[in-house]
């Protein structure tokens, strides 16, 4: 006859190897969801969104087509995904843009040049500009790093050359400039690879205001 304590733990072991079971699939889901993700981000940057299949992306993240669909159900869905969660925007306080001498406006221009507030591999960084026209999720990053790039330079104007508050539109254009010099580079850079001298730029965005 078997002793009931040795019916107790035979009982207990499939309940318990269902459990690490359980733990093993949720590793695996998650797992099988960054590749796909990551296989995406390798292709939209060399292909662009419009010429990558779903199936290229199920077979460079090494998983059937179908579980692509499992957790993105639409293509767009991928590129959605991607810009939301491997992109994003800082914010710089204020105070940090203040860090610099308030009485040289072309040294607080050009430090902030050179920490352009974008959040993204190279890769996602092609992506964002080469979609920009493709998801309005795209082109609400792109506007949310340019109003920050903005704001980030009007502040320091602002702050350095106090007389030409009273000038609204002169600093609003200048601070605009600044943004769209530095989006136009973050845009170029990753075809030619050269790069604005941010000191230069600082220089002719300063003087201009005068």
């Known amino acids: 006859m078997i002793p009931s304590s040795v019916w107790s733990r035979a009982r ?7 459990r690490r079971g359980k ?3 949720n590793g695996d889901e998650r797992d099988a969801r960054t590749r796909i993700l990551d296989a995406a981000e390798e292709l939209f940057a060399v292909a662009g969104y419009e010429a990558t299949a779903t199936a290229e992306i199920a077979k460079r993240a090494g998983v059937p087509k179908g579980l692509v669909f499992h957790y993105f159900p639409r293509k767009i869905d991928v590129l959605v995904t991607l810009v ?8 710089l306080d204020d105070d940090d843009v203040a860090a610099e001498p308030p009485h040289d406006p072309a040294a607080m221009l050009a430090r902030l040049a050179r920490r352009v507030p974008l959040r993204a591999s190279p890769a996602m960084r092609r992506i964002l500009f080469r979609e920009a026209d493709t998801h309005r999720t795209v082109r609400e990053r792109l506007g949310h790093l340019n109003r920050e ?43 030619t690879g050269e790069r ?5 730029l600082a220089d002719l965005i300063t003087k201009a205001l005068g």
């Open 12 to 18: 207990r072991r499939p309940g318990a190897g269902r």
């Open 23 to 25: 733990s093993t699939d």
């Open 84 to 91: 939301q969660e491997r992109t994003g925007v800082e914010e």
């Open 149 to 191: 790039i903005a704001r980030r330079a009007r502040f320091a104007l602002e702050l350095a050359l106090p007389g030409a508050r009273g000038d609204a539109a002169r600093l609003e254009a200048a601070a605009a400039t600044f943004a769209v010099v530095l989006l136009y580079q973050e845009n170029l850079a990753h075809l």
């Open 196 to 200: 604005i001298d941010p000191d230069v």
